[in-house]
């Protein structure tokens, strides 16, 4: 199967930004739609944004028009540029991937996280 390792996390002030990178190896026949989900503490993992493999994006009303998601299909990495950084944006951001394993089942990836704190 496959595995994701997130990197990009850090700490930064209210207003700045940062990119996260999401990098996808391992043993697998295809991987189907990415996504960045995030977790503050005692509250759900909630979605942030999504793309699709043909570039189709979704994102939650709390980052529209702040951050951006794309991927990079030949080097197996997806990507979240985020701009405009609040305070509420402090998670831990989780990549996830829909991957069609060798054997030709579809299953859900999670990386381990990276933590991405803003201060005010």
């Known amino acids: 199967q496959v595995q994701l390792v997130e990197s990009g996390g850090g700490s930064v002030q209210a207003g700045g930004s940062l990119r996260l990178s999401c990098a996808a190896s391992?043993?697998?026949?295809?991987?189907?739609?990415m996504g960045w989900y995030r977790q503050a503490p005692g509250k759900q993992r909630e979605m942030v944004a999504t793309?699709?493999?043909?570039?189709?994006?979704n994102y939650a009303d709390s980052v529209k028009g702040r951050f951006t998601i794309s991927r990079d299909n030949a080097k197996n990495t997806v990507f979240l540029q985020m701009n405009s950084l609040k305070p509420e944006d402090t998670a831990v951001y989780y990549c996830?991937?829909?991957?069609?394993?060798?054997?030709?089942?579809?299953?859900?990836?999670w990386g381990r996280g990276t933590q991405v704190t803003v201060s005010s």
């Open positions: 996830n991937a829909d991957t069609r394993t060798l054997s030709g089942r579809t299953v859900k990836v």
């Open positions: 391992g043993m697998y026949f295809s991987i189907d739609a």
């Open positions: 793309i699709t493999s043909g570039g189709s994006t």
